[in-house]
Every structure is written in C-alpha cells, then in structure tokens.
C-alpha cells in the first residue's frame, strides 16, 4: 500500500525564490535579471515537460544544475575577449583587428563625455563631423579629399549608387566576386541600379578590353579587390596607366582596393592604396579595420569633386559612423604618420614580432614537455586581405591524453578563451598571433591545463 510520503513531489521552485540563489547572482550580473528570469522559466518549462518529471516528479531533478547551464551556455554567446592562436591576425571570426590599448585610451576621454563631433570650435558654428581626417588621409596616401563610412560594403556601394545609378558599370569577369556574408558585386551593381557589363576572361582582362566596352551611357569602370582568393598563373592584369591615359571624361576610374595597404612592406603583389591614386583613380575604397589596423570603417579616398557629391547623397547618413569610429581613425593616423609603434596594424606587429615568437615557442616547449612540441608554422594576414601571401612563424603541437578535438573544445571553456585549431588530429596553437597583452593569462591558463595531465 503507497502511503502519502511516497507520492511524487510535482511541486517546483517559484521564479522569484529561484532568483535569490547564490548561485545565480553572477548569471544575473553578467546577462541581466530579465534575461535569467527568462530562464529560469524556460528550464521550468522543460522540467515540467519531461518524461522524468511527469513520472517521478522532482525526484532525481536538480533544478538549479539545469538553470545554471542553461545560463551558461547563454553566457558564451556574450562577446568577450578571446585569444587569438590560430596565425590568422585579421581574424573576421575574432573581431577583425585589434585596436591598440594607446589608441583606445587616447580616445577614451573624448567617448565617455561630450564632444565637438558636430561643432566648429573656431567659430561655433554646426560643422562636418570629420575633424582631421581628409587632412590626415591626405598625408597618409595624397588623397585629395576623403569620405568615411561604417564598413568598405558601404564604401563600394555609396559610390555605386552616388556616381553611376541607372548608368553602365565595367567589370572583368575575374573581379566578380563573393566576399563574406554574400555581397556579391553582380547583386550590389543591381542594387546600385547600375547595368553590369562584363569585359576580359576570368585569368586575363587587359586596358583595351575596358576601352572597347565604353559606350555613352559608361559611367565607370571598378576594379575589384579578390579580398580572399587568388589566381595565379597564366593571368594578365590591366595597365592602369594606359587605361587611365585613354579613359574619356565621363568616365569614373573606381577601384575598390579593399585591404587598406599603404607603405606597409610585407607584401609584394598587393597594389597599394597610394598606386591607384597616383596612378590616376578617380575614387578609392578601402577598409579601415584591415591592414590599417583601426575600427570597422569604409573609407572612400580621391577626387574632391567625386567626394562631395556622396556626401550629400541621402544615403550617407545611413552609412555614417559615429564618434568611436571617426576618434579612433583620428588617433591612429596621427600615431601612424608619426611612426610609432601603435600607429602600426595588428599585422604588421604580428609579422615585426616573429623572431621574438620564435624564442618564446622554445621556451614554452621546454616548459611544457612532453606535451607540447615546438612548430615551424605559417602565419596569415587573413580579413580578405593578402590572399596569397604566408608568412614564417611559430607555435606549439600539444599532444595530450585523449582526442585532440575535446582538447580544443575545453580550451574555448576556459575563463578567457583560447581559440587554436586542429591538423591531422593535432591541436595547434599558433603563437605569433597572440598579442602582447594576452601572453600571460595564455600562459597561466595553459600551463595550469597541461599540469592537470602531468599531475
């Protein structure tokens, strides 16, 4: 005979007192009560629902061990800082480049209080909300004159759709490409409302071939950035000075140069931003988060007329960043013309600092034997940028006990993340991207993980 004391307990927690639980406090701290409380309720739910619950009640069920993963499987999906092991410096999956610790203190002041975005100091009158940049952009590259926008997506497209709407557009089939999260220059130009004609083969496109397709309804020719593709062998690429010589007046040259490269010395087939303007491009876009190393920005560089024409073009003010982008460019060019250290990207200081990492994967390979071998390993620039271009550096093989996937699972679990990779079954661990502010929590963390083993 089942007496009362037997009978199964359906009777959970309320919301409220679920709340007030130790253990939740920092879950609410780090997610926001409203959101724990959603929870909360969900996992109660769930409870309540499953087969467990319905035939033996709360037996068995720890409900604040089912919140609390729920909650923390929510908390990784909260953007916090990681460090980056891969070799890939512009990692698009890690935020792209890193600004500078001097650049984000520099600027720092001017984000956290009121600023003259908007104001013309020397007169007090309503101003452009670009301070020095056009100056500085000039001195950088010898742009005449320069536009700034949230991304080079936009960059490309305001130029599209401010210079050459209803107009022809010229494009070799080989620059016809796909770049991250399907913007794809065929669907852009349609968008733009501009008439795409395809000129050249996908290997070969010369100066001629733009020339024979000009008509009168030609308003540009664009050359494409292959952001993160190459082609290489039998190719042929235009001669941007002939073609530039022969180009009619109402034709735009409009090159989207996509990776930002200036005078940065660690690429020999990328032509850089400077090239295309001296060479006599109209108009020139780049990103500003790329090799230039500063916040996800489009900047559109060249000629003063062209220039302010997409200004005032309705668009623009969609397309507009605001003062973190604009303080943080400011600040950077400033360092960069002056040629200090944290005027550099991420990398260029990644690639200057590979005989160092060299030193350093010795030493932690010795630390940390026998479970970690030393590695001759190739670095990217990554981001869309430099496609073809590998670069010498160094890092670890850890090798383990057990399966070198779980490893590289429990390394993102950790309370700054590590983000390596597997090859052939290896965890790897490229070092020469793991920047100087990170080594030593990379270094406490990993060796408390490789003692557990030795232990």
């Not at 500085?136 to 700034?148: C, K, M, N, R, Y």
């Not at 008439?195 to 100066?207: F, H, P, R, S």
């Not at 006599?280 to 024409?309: E, R, W, Y």
Request: hydrophobic letters at 40%; proline letters at 4%.
């Amino acid at each position: 005979m089942t007496t009362d004391s037997a009978k199964p307990c359906y009777r959970l927690p309320q919301v409220e007192q679920l709340l007030q639980h130790q253990a939740l406090v920092v879950y609410i701290e780090q997610l926001s009560r409203p959101l724990v409380t959603q929870l909360i309720r969900q996992t109660l739910q769930a409870i309540r629902e499953s087969q467990a619950f319905k035939q033996s009640g709360t037996h068995g069920i720890d409900v604040i061990a089912a919140i609390e993963k729920n909650c923390q499987h929510r908390l990784k999906q909260r953007q916090r800082s990681v460090i980056n092991a891969t070799g890939i410096a512009i990692h698009t999956n890690l935020g792209r480049s890193p600004i500078h610790p001097d650049i984000w203190q520099d600027v720092s002041p001017l984000n956290t209080g009121y600023c003259n975005l908007e104001l013309t100091l020397n007169d007090g009158k309503r101003g452009q909300r670009n301070g020095l940049l056009p100056d500085l952009i000039q001195s950088w590259v010898g742009a005449e004159d320069a536009l700034i926008v949230n991304n080079n997506a936009a960059a490309v497209y305001l130029t599209l759709i401010g210079l050459a709407q209803g107009k022809e557009v010229i494009v070799s089939r080989g620059e016809q490409v796909q770049i991250g999260g399907g913007f794809r220059i065929p669907d852009i130009l349609k968008m733009s409302g501009c008439t795409l004609v395809e000129v050249g083969t996908t290997n070969i496109t010369t100066a001629q071939d733009y020339l024979d397709a000009i008509t009168e309804n030609t308003a540009a020719i664009l050359m494409v950035h292959q952001s993160n593709f190459s082609i290489q062998g039998f190719t042929e690429a235009p001669d941007i000075h002939q073609l530039v010589k022969n180009l009619p007046y109402h034709v735009s040259l409009l090159v989207d140069q996509g990776s930002g490269l200036s005078d940065e010395s660690y690429s020999s087939d990328e032509h850089s931003i400077r090239y295309y303007l001296n060479a006599g491009a109209d108009l020139v876009c780049f990103s500003g988060d790329k090799i230039l190393g500063g916040p996800q920005a489009g900047i559109v560089a060249g000629n003063t007329h062209l220039i302010k024409t997409l200004a005032k073009h309705p668009m623009m003010r969609a397309f507009r960043p605001g003062r973190i982008v604009l303080s943080l460019l400011e600040s950077l060019l400033i360092k960069k013309l002056n040629k200090q250290h944290s005027g550099k990207g991420v990398a260029e200081r990644l690639i200057d600092a590979i005989p160092e990492t060299q030193f350093w994967a010795e030493q932690l390979a010795q630390q940390w034997q026998p479970f970690a071998r030393l590695e001759q390993l190739e670095a990217q620039v990554g981001g869309g940028s430099l496609p073809s271009e590998r670069y010498l550096s160094y890092g670890l093989a850890l090798q383990l006990p057990g399966k070198a996937q779980s490893h590289l699972d429990r390394l993102r679990d950790l309370p700054t993340p590590i983000i390596g990779y597997l090859n052939k079954d290896r965890l790897m661990v490229n070092l020469s991207t793991i920047l100087e502010q990170d080594k030593a929590i990379f270094v406490q963390q990993l060796d408390h993980y490789i003692r557990s083993f030795q232990a």
